[in-house]
Nanobody, 126 residues
Framework: QVQLVESGGGLVQAGGSLRLSCAAS????????MGWFRQAPGKERELVAA????????YYADSVKGRSTISRDNAKNTVYLQMNSLKPEDTAVYYC???????????????????WGKGTLVTVSS
């Protein structure tokens, strides 16, 4: 079992920045690729960014490309999502997820995730 705990969400004005963190605990010795999903009210959960276990591969949704950076520190079992130039449409609950298959992230397959965090709310005011 792997437990994921997100932090760093909050209220920010449009144009501002936030850094989300996801701390993993439990059987973290296993190889997991990590990612961030988000879900806005009334919308489906969507993949925002993902990073392979080694950090050598990353993926970004078009909606955040150029504004966000995903990174990980395997020594600290933590994944980060730096979000800049935030827009009101970025408002959502952001979830951290872990999966053994990189292909699930490449295809944004929500059902393919092995573990989920409980989410952290990001609210961007206009």
């Amino acid at each position: 079992q792997v437990q994921l705990v997100e932090s760093g969400g909050g209220l920010v004005q449009a144009g501002g920045s936030l850094r989300l963190s996801c701390a993993a605990s439990g059987r973290t010795s296993s190889v997991y690729h990590m990612g961030w999903f988000r879900q806005a009210p009334g919308k489906e959960r969507e993949l925002v960014a993902a990073i392979s276990w080694s950090g050598g591969s990353t993926y970004y949704a078009d909606s955040v490309k150029g504004r966000s950076t995903i990174s990980r520190d395997n020594a600290k079992n933590t994944v980060y999502l730096q979000m800049n130039s935030l827009k009101p449409e970025d408002t959502a609950v952001y979830y951290c997820a872990a999966a053994r298959g990189w292909g699930f992230f490449k295809s944004a397959n929500v059902a393919g995730m092995d573990y989920w965090g409980k989410g952290t709310l990001v609210t961007v005011s206009s």
